[in-house]
DNA sequence: CTTGAATATAACCGATAGGTAATATAACTG
DNA sequence: CAGTTATATTACCTATCGGTTATATTCAAG
């Protein structure tokens, strides 16, 4: 099976966690935004329910797709020990805006 | 080319950021870790610099890569939007905690 | 129990990715 | 400049992935 990353690698997948993030959605609805085959949206919903990003509801012939947070979290994860590599950075600058004077007409 | 997904989705790619995390190393040393070809090592490495992950310093015949943040920071901010699913979860998390009295004897 | 709607699965195909072995390039060493 | 070390590039092979079309499944309606 696939990792989180090989998942996420694919540009009609991201869409589709971008599209439920707005809210559940059948496949017909997911098919309309894709522009894509229904066997090739459900292709992608296959792996995406097999690696924990969504789940599915049934409603009649009707499936609908919601998120969930799990393998996302796992990411954020395993960026954690990366984020010193800019996390100084970040702090650096915030220290300089809380220096400057207020002066919102920039 | 390559998606900064497509990038961290192969596994060696993501051994040779741990790798880097800890120091700059030189390609042969990299071979070693990873048990790779130096071909295959060095193929990986180049997908690495034209994606902007690490950058190279010559010295001599040896390359010393090491670390760059920008796209990592690329996907802390993809993630962004959907830190929402979980981060209320956390949020009751630590107020519950929190709220817990102090006992670390637990 | 047939029909139609919604979705899933199967079979197939072409492009791409990652691995290896062979070769090229570049720099120091004498 | 010949030899050696360190790395990059090329050529090639195989497996996998994403797309499509065709088919199966499931459920509601009549």
Redesign the pocket.
């Known amino acids: ?2 990792t989180t990353f ?2 996420l ?5 991201r869409r589709i966690l971008d599209l439920l993030l707005e809210r559940p959605r ?6 309309d935004q894709l ?13 995406l ?1 097999d690696n924990g990003f969504v789940r ?1 509801r ?8 919601e998120l969930r947070p799990e393998p996302l979290e796992e990411i954020d994860a395993w960026l954690a020990p990366y984020r010193r590599l800019w996390a100084s950075r970040l702090d650096a600058l915030e220290r300089h805006l809380d220096s400057m004077p207020d002066d919102d007409a920039g």
Chains 1, 2 share one sequence.
């Open positions: 099976m696939a090989d998942v690698a694919e540009p009609t997948r059948s496949v017909g609805e997911l098919v522009g894509l085959s229904q066997p090739g949206t459900s292709k992608h919903l296959r792996v329910r599915v049934q409603d009649a012939q009707r499936r609908w797709y």
